[in-house]
């Protein structure tokens, strides 16, 4: 199964994450605004990495919870960064759902 990486935020500092963390893996992209997302898997993609997007409010738990699906669809994921500034309640919720997500990892 292929390994993923997940990153929430698609900036400038996040692309440079993928870039440096990614290689050989999928990237999964997600942001509040598609053309955040896409724009950076456009970068990315003519690079050469092999890149989805996903449109995603991590204030949101069911949100949250679709993103964790569709990353443990495309293969294991072996990379998780949040690249968002956030007010702290919602860094804390982000926290909150990954611990839970990767519970659910470990139990199937």
């Known amino acids: 199964m292929k390994s993923v990486t997940v ?9 440079a994450i993928a870039r440096r963390v990614s290689a ?15 724009a950076a ?3 990315l993609s003519n690079a050469g990495f ?7 409010d991590i204030s ?7 993103l964790a699906q569709k990353a443990a669809s ?7 960064h949040h690249r968002k500034h956030l007010r702290s309640k919602f860094c804390r919720l982000m926290c909150m759902a990954r ?8 139990i199937s």
């Open 24 to 38: 050989g893996k999928h990237v999964l992209l997600a942001d509040l605004r598609k053309e955040n997302a896409d």
């Open 74 to 80: 495309l293969g294991d994921v072996t990379e998780f």
């Open 50 to 56: 092999e890149v989805s997007t996903v449109t995603v």
């Open 60 to 66: 949101s738990r069911e949100a949250v919870k679709s």
């Open 7 to 15: 990153l929430i935020g698609s900036g400038l500092i996040g692309i």
């Open 41 to 43: 898997a456009a970068v």
């Open 99 to 106: 611990q839970s997500y990767l519970r659910n990892l470990e």
